[in-house]
């Protein structure tokens, strides 16, 4: 491996480690609002939905940038596989590890959105599910591994990125709206009354009429 | 050469097995989806033509919002 190191590379590293933390704590919750049926009075649910998407874009340019520098910088052993493969590390292995699960999970999460249009829906929330476990991991990667994260205000983020994690873990659990929970009503059209194609439409569905 | 105006319409169709009523569609595309009062999606039944782009973009996002796939654009050979 080519020797190259800089503190400035190790900064970086810690940086966006903890920006990708805070965003990917923002895209589960956000992405419990979609799941729990948030919004359709002053913010639309769709709104929600497209945050959600966008930001997990941003946090996967963050995370790229924390691992390719993490590899670059030649200062801890890390190895070129370690980002995906666990427990190759030779700087400690266990806490690397945890990373490249979460990072490994998050990448089967952002393959199977990208190809969502062409895979199964069923296999997609499948999948999407391994995000909560990317979330875990990343923050007992976080506490483990950062090198301020056991100070005060990493700690204090850590503490409370884990604390949103758990709390829309619980609320996604125990809400567990599996059906529609009530009408939008974002739309200025949405009180208005079904005009003559929609209710073609309904009785075309239901023979009875 | 001039571009012929595109012949025919289209009609945005809904999997009734695939929704779960997160009611997207009606916010992405209201001129044609109305929401029932449990939440699930009424789609306007006669079709739309291609000529009216903002209807057919609309109706593009609202595939696309789908957090269940379960919209698809249909053409039709006549827009009504």
Known sequence: ?209 | MAIKPKAGGFVLRVDPILCDGFGHCHELAPELVQIDEWGYPIIKGTPTPLSDADALESARFAVRGCPRQALRIERTPTSN
Do not use: Q
Not at chain 1, 98 to 105: I, K, N, S, Y
Not at chain 1, 161 to 175: E, I, K, T
Not at chain 1, 196 to 202: H, K, L, M, P
């Open chain 1, 1 to 209: 491996m080519i020797a190259f190191t800089s503190p400035y590379i190790w900064y970086t590293t810690r940086a966006t480690g903890f920006v990708a933390l805070i965003l990917f704590t923002l895209v589960v919750a956000l992405g419990t609002f979609v799941a729990n049926r948030i919004g359709g009075t002053y913010v639309g649910r769709f709104e929600l939905n497209e945050l959600h998407r966008s930001i997990s874009m941003v946090a996967i340019v963050f995370l790229m940038v924390h691992i390719l520098t993490t590899l670059v910088d030649s200062y801890v052993p890390t190895g070129w596989f370690s980002a995906v493969i666990p427990l190759t590390s030779k700087y400690e292995p266990v806490h690397v590890a945890l990373g490249a699960v979460a990072f490994d999970l998050i990448l089967a999460v952002w393959v199977s959105s990208l190809l969502k249009a062409r895979i199964a829906n069923r296999s997609w929330r499948f999948i999407h599910w391994f995000s909560w476990l990317a979330l875990a991991s990343a923050l007992a990667h976080s506490f483990l591994t950062g090198t301020d994260s056991r100070s005060s205000w990493g700690l204090a983020l850590g503490v409370v990125c884990a604390a949103v994690a758990l709390a829309s873990a619980l609320w996604r659990y125990f809400a567990r709206p599996t059906r529609a929970a009530g009408r939008t009503a974002l739309s200025p059209l949405a009180v208005a009354p079904l005009d003559g194609d929609a209710r073609d439409e309904s009785a075309r569905r239901d023979p009875s009429r």
